[in-house]
């Protein structure tokens, strides 16, 4: 299958301060990716979809200027935790789709740990 | 709007042993079906899918699973499991021929015991 590359797989960040995760479709070039969190023993919750070159879509309840994300290229999305505080310690999630007909694959996740 | 029950939330069972992890989803008109497994700390694999065509679905691992329409069911199967299937199990559905995401069950933690 398709490689999707998630960067960092961990980071501990100060609370405040902001991090971004990447992710990356090494093979293919997906025109829609996913960003999903979570929590522990728990299922994974959408966060928001981008398209490229579109402003990314919320899901309800996402503050979007909390959690910015960029998809700048048909290889490359970011998500962005500004003002990082402790409950938004979590696992999070990238996946990506080349177009509506193919399946999304997933990144390896990123363990945001906010101290 | 689509749901996905996994009505299980763990399945402990013997090396061996035959398994079967339950997945209900809401009727559409058309859905894709797919489920997908999680190592700890690690993203999830695809697993198997279902898109169109025969109910019966092999996967990666052993596993398979059938589409069952009338009882809005996919059940995951594997007739032998090994200590290595030890993992999270998700079972998720996206509306056929939308651009819209997966839906995900909430998940079943398969316990496979020596």
């Known amino acids: 299958g398709a490689v999707v590359s998630q960067h960092p797989s961990r980071v501990i960040c100060k609370s405040g301060t902001s991090v971004k995760i990447e992710c990356r479709s090494l093979?293919?070039?997906?025109?829609?990716m996913f960003w999903y969190r979570q929590f522990p023993k728990q299922s994974l919750m959408l966060m928001a979809t981008?398209?490229?070159?579109?402003?990314?879509?919320?899901e309800q309840g996402v503050e979007k200027d909390k959690f910015l994300i960029n998809h700048a290229s048909l290889t490359l999305s970011t998500l962005t935790v500004t003002s990082a505080h402790p409950e938004d310690s979590s696992f999070y999630i990238c996946?990506?789709?080349?177009?509506?007909?193919?399946?999304?694959?997933f990144g390896q996740g990123t363990r945001l740990t906010v101290v | 709007a689509q749901s996905v029950t996994q009505l299980d939330s763990q399945v402990p069972v013997f090396e061996e042993a035959p398994v079967e992890l339950r997945c209900n989803y809401s009727?559409?008109?058309?859905?894709?079906l797919f489920w997908y497994v999680q190592y700890p700390n690690q993203g999830l694999q695809l697993l198997l899918k279902?898109?169109?065509?025969?109910?019966l679905v092999k996967g990666i691992n052993g596993f398979e699973a059938e589409f069952n329409k009338s009882q809005t069911s996919f059940h995951l199967r594997k007739p032998s499991v090994h200590i290595s299937d030890t993992a999270e199990y998700f079972c998720?559905?996206?509306?056929?021929?939308?651009?819209?995401?997966?839906?995900f069950g909430k998940g079943t933690k398969l316990s496979v015991k020596p």
């Open positions: 998720a559905v996206r509306k056929g021929g939308s651009q819209g995401n997966l839906i």
């Open positions: 093979d293919f070039q997906a025109t829609t």
């Open positions: 279902y898109l169109s065509g025969s109910t």
């Open positions: 996946s990506a789709r080349q177009d509506i007909n193919t399946e999304a694959f």
């Open positions: 981008s398209n490229e070159g579109s402003k990314a879509t919320y």
């Open positions: 009727s559409s008109v058309s859905v894709y």
